[in-house]
T-cell receptor, first 110, second 112 residues
Framework: SQQGEEDPQALSIQEGENATMNCSYK?????LQWYRQNSGRGLVHLIL?????REKHSGRLRVTLDTSKKSSSLLITASRAADTASYFC??????????FGSGTQLTVLP | DADVTQTPRNRITKTGKRIMLECSQT?????MYWYRQDPGLGLRLIYY???????NKGEISDGYSVSRQAQAKFSLSLESAIPNQTALYFC???????????FGSGTRLTVV
């Protein structure tokens, strides 16, 4: 079963706009990670946020974590056509591996 | 060379055939994983290994087996392939801190 569920399943925006994706999870976590997948390719690690952190930035990425609501959001600012991809959240908890959500398909229109 | 290499990239096989997917890594990581991706279902864990002598079943291990031949090599076998094993298969590695996985490019497997 999936630990994380992303929302929305698909998102289409214009270049230059911000894109926000949300992730909800069910059990306690040690950290939450976001990955990007270009069509049919391997996933690429974007950013990790620990359970005791509330916000983290990396370039145009901003991740928030609310452990009381068991949710996280990924914000991509000033989006580009090259940001078109699927984005997955993944949680690490007491089980010794990552559990992935079903992903958000982001399309950035030029 | 890629940090995590999967072979083959694409494979079509017949129902009932045995097939092996191979993964090798140059990251020096102890931990290796096999995931399966189906459309709309995200990634599901098949098997994982934290060192050569530590192999564990994941969420969907039925119909699969693995072998950790060395720290750098982790292979996945389908003993008798069936059509619902048609999927994209990924190998990944990590260090002990779970600070991010490194994925291979995937093997697209079709069972006819």
């Amino acid at each position: 079963s999936q630990q994380g569920e992303e929302d929305p399943q698909a998102l289409s925006i214009q270049e230059g706009e911000n894109a926000t994706m949300n992730c909800s999870y069910k059990t306690s976590i040690n950290n939450l990670q976001w990955y990007r997948q270009n069509s049919g390719r391997g996933l690429v690690h974007l950013i990790l946020i620990r359970s005791n952190e509330r916000e983290k930035h990396s370039g145009r990425l901003r991740v928030t974590l609310d452990t009381s609501k068991k949710s996280s959001s990924l914000l991509i600012t000033a989006s580009r056509a090259a940001d078109t991809a699927s984005y997955f959240c993944a949680t690490s908890g007491s089980a010794r591996q990552l559990t992935f959500g079903s992903g958000t398909q982001l399309t950035v229109l030029p | 060379d890629a940090d995590v290499t999967q072979t083959p990239r694409n494979r079509i096989t017949k129902t009932g055939k045995r097939i092996m997917l191979e993964c090798s890594q140059t990251k020096g990581h102890d931990r290796m994983y096999w995931y399966r991706q189906d459309p709309g279902l995200g990634l599901r864990l098949i098997y994982y290994s934290f060192d050569v002598k530590d192999i564990n079943k994941g969420e969907i291990s039925d119909g699969y087996s693995v072998s950790r031949q060395a720290q750098a090599k982790f292979s996945l076998s389908l003993e008798s392939a069936i059509p619902n094993q048609t999927a994209l298969y990924f190998c990944a590695t990590s260090d002990s801190g779970f600070y991010g996985y490194t994925f291979g490019s995937g093997t697209r497997l079709t069972v006819v």
